[in-house]
């Protein structure tokens, strides 16, 4: 291998490192994770049971009213409630909001003051949640009836990373609780905001296991109804709004639908989960975007909204209505946590969005969506034909192309056969090996050809040791190439061939939900770093445990290093720095930026550098001769030697006649200038 090639190598290997430096994660918030998320939980656990004795003190009060009045009741029998809209404002929107709270007029019973003429009031009616879950063999959903919304969601035949380690069956994971969401819509009345949100439904019709509607009832003929339809053994599910009797009243251009939700901690990297999670969201003209997956973002609407995701590692929710929202007034947001927020450590981030319904009326109005709340998996978010596998951190260009058309569809054959998913990745890897290995012989090739020529390299170096005689130098060499059928490009050319598969499968095997909690030899979830030996410290730049597979990868990338080291020419230009030390550096440097990657990611480097190895080895027993390479170029120089001894330019490259030009013109200037 020459000393072009090496180049190439070490700056495709400086270009990754410093990629892999910039995306892992903070080995600070791994060393504080374990402490904090013992303290979250006691925090909560202490909140809970606050939130109870308030509870408990509500329920005292509302026994001592029910003590001391009675209700005032209508002709019928049945207690008069009445509606109030008050004003406050919405942390989320920044804007004036509405929100209605049922009052109960009632009279006195035991007045102090006059008994035979009771005193009249009101006394606020707190709306007490009640939860109704649907059940089917994907999802789990409690539905709040307070504000007729998704509660919380559990996924059966999932499992969190902690309970799948402390072998705990039949947990569903569960994406975000009760309190962690909402959805709902706005209506604008009168300069202000109706939020279903804060609104008291009541349930008009349930079908156990597949449907719901929960329905509001307001004054005059205004009614709001919410339709969850669930499917068997789907991870999504149909939900249509109806609005009916706010015309008049109402901007139906203005009806937005709000969504908000926190998702819980499911992996075992935290940071990790936290730094891939963000908003996705798919316009009608302009196509797939996101928010910053960094930093807290925000953007409002360029075009009318397809679909709408919140996405983490290997989770995602999707909404999609059956005609796209509109684009005045839509907007996504992201917020991340602040330090001593009580979800720092449980939830991962808070996603919200407001969509406008695009209504043309408020008085007979109806929407369909649907919702899909699963896992991050290519074939089930490709089977919905939405684009929603756009999620998936594939890579951009020609790297998402590869993953796309090549690797996935390599990867979905051999996982059919039921191998384990480290045989999946063996496999994987000795075709991908197998394919490049013409390639491989053609860098070999190259590689002997230069290392051939290398004594008559060093002849011509002391044969032009100045500058100014750099372009003869320079052209002797050319000729020397092109006389014994050498060139140091194609040592690069097979190089960049293989960089976007090696760059395509940095960001496949760690976005790929078939590696979630799949266990290999010592590994037990191959979408997560293995650890041998978990240390007593935090090492910075480091971690807390010891990688083996991270190990076995920067341990052979060194053995290939070595072997192609004697390949490499030692610059003989001062300043120019050693790259032999360079290229020993760089598989050093793997074991600190891959020790808290995914293990099966550090697996397949580690055996598609020892089949390089394997490979370059027999290449060189069976396949390349050197002393038989040696006498077809010295023949081959020979006979282009007598060729070019009429003075004729034929046979020489476009480049030559160039190169041979700028000498001559240099040569006269030096001339002229009284240089010799």
């Known amino acids: 291998m020459d000393k072009n090639t090496i180049t190439g190598l070490v700056i495709i290997g ?8 910039l995306k892992q994660p903070s080995q600070e918030e791994i060393k504080a994770e374990a402490k904090k998320e013992q303290a979250a939980a006691q925090a909560a656990e202490a909140k809970k049971q606050k939130k109870n004795k308030q509870a408990d003190k509500q329920e005292e009060e509302k026994q ?8 005032n009741l209508d002709s019928q029998g049945d207690q008069i409630y009445e509606d109030y809209l008050y004003s406050y404002n919405d942390t989320v929107t920044g804007q004036d909001t509405m929100m209605t709270r049922i009052e109960t007029p009632v009279v006195s019973s035991n007045s102090d003051t006059n008994p035979e003429k009771p005193e009249t009031r009101k006394v606020i009616r707190v709306i007490k949640d009640s939860i109704i879950t649907l059940k089917t063999k994907k999802l789990e959903i409690d539905f709040s009836i307070k504000g007729g919304m998704v509660a919380a969601v559990r996924l059966p035949g999932h499992e ?4 799948y380690t402390n072998k705990k069956k039949n947990i569903a994971l569960e994406l975000f609780q009760n309190g962690d969401a909402s959805n709902g819509i706005t209506i604008p009345i009168n300069g202000k905001k109706l939020n279903t949100e804060y609104l008291e439904f009541s349930v008009k019709e349930h079908i156990q296991n597949k449907r719901i509607v929960f329905e509001y009832k307001g004054k ?10 669930l499917k068997e053994n789907a991870y999504d599910l149909d939900y249509d709004i109806k609005i009916r009797g706010f015309g008049g009243e109402a901007s139906p251009k203005n009806v937005m639908f709000n969504w908000k939700a926190a998702f819980r901690k499911t992996e075992r990297l935290f940071s990790e989960q936290r730094r891939v999670s963000t908003v996705c969201f798919n316009y009608k003209e302009e196509g797939f975007s996101y928010l910053s997956e960094a930093t807290n973002d925000y953007e409002e609407a360029e075009d009318k909204v397809e679909w709408v995701s919140f996405k983490q590692s290997y989770f995602s929710s999707f909404i999609q209505p059956k005609i796209p929202f509109g684009k005045s007034g839509s907007k996504f947001k992201t917020k991340n946590y602040d330090k ?9 981030k808070d996603f919200s969005t407001s969509l406008s319904l695009d209504l043309n009326n408020v008085d007979d109005a109806a929407v369909s969506m649907n919702w899909y709340f699963g896992p991050n998996d290519y074939n089930t978010l490709n089977s919905y034909n939405a684009g929603y596998d756009n999620v998936l951190n594939y890579g951009w260009g020609i790297f998402r ?6 690797i996935q569809p390599l990867f979905n054959i051999l996982k059919s056969t039921g191998l384990s998913m480290g045989l999946v990745i063996l496999f994987l890897t000795m075709i991908i090996k197998g394919l490049l290995m013409p390639v491989q012989w053609k860098m070999y090739t190259s590689s002997a050809k230069m290392r051939i020529l290398k004594p008559e390299m060093e002849v011509l170096a002391k044969k032009y040791p100045e500058k100014d005689d750099a372009m003869k130098k320079q052209m002797e060499t050319m000729a020397l190439y092109r006389e014994s059928g050498a060139s140091p490009l194609s040592g690069c050319v097979p190089m960049l061939i293989q960089m976007p598969i090696l760059l395509a499968i940095f960001r496949f095997l760690p976005a790929t939900f078939d590696l979630r909690q ?6 037990e979830d191959l979408s997560s770093f293995d650890s041998i030996l978990d240390l007593p410290v935090d090492i910075w730049f480091y971690g807390s445990h010891v990688s083996l597979f991270t190990l076995l990868m920067a341990g052979t990338t060194l053995i290939y290093t070595h072997i192609n080291s004697s390949n490499m020419q030692t610059p003989s230009t001062p300043g120019m720095p050693n790259m032999k030390v360079i290229m020993y550096f760089f598989p050093i440097m793997m074991i600190f930026f891959f020790n808290n990657y995914s293990s099966g990611l550090s697996y397949y480097y580690f055996i598609s550098t020892l089949a390089s190895i394997l490979i370059m080895l027999m290449i060189k027993k069976f396949f390349v001769d050197e002393e038989k390479l040696k006498s077809k170029m010295a023949a081959r120089k020979a006979a282009a030697s007598a060729k070019g001894g009429s003075g004729k330019s034929k046979g020489k490259s476009k480049f030559q006649v160039r190169l041979e030009e700028m000498q001559k013109k240099q040569a006269e200037q030096r001339k002229n200038t009284g240089k010799k």
Request: proline residues 2%; charged residues 25%; glycine residues 2%.
């Open 220 to 229: 005059d003929k205004r009614n709001i109804q919410f339709i969850y339809q």
């Open 518 to 523: 799949k266990s290999f030899l010592w590994a």
């Open 14 to 21: 400086i270009i990754l490192s410093v990629f892999t430096y």
């Open 64 to 71: 001592e009213v029910k003590g001391n009045w009675v209700p």
């Open 160 to 163: 969190s990373y902690k309970n």
């Open 340 to 348: 001593d927020d009580e979800r720092e450590w449980t939830n991962l």
């Open 401 to 406: 192309w590869m993953n796309l058309y090549a």
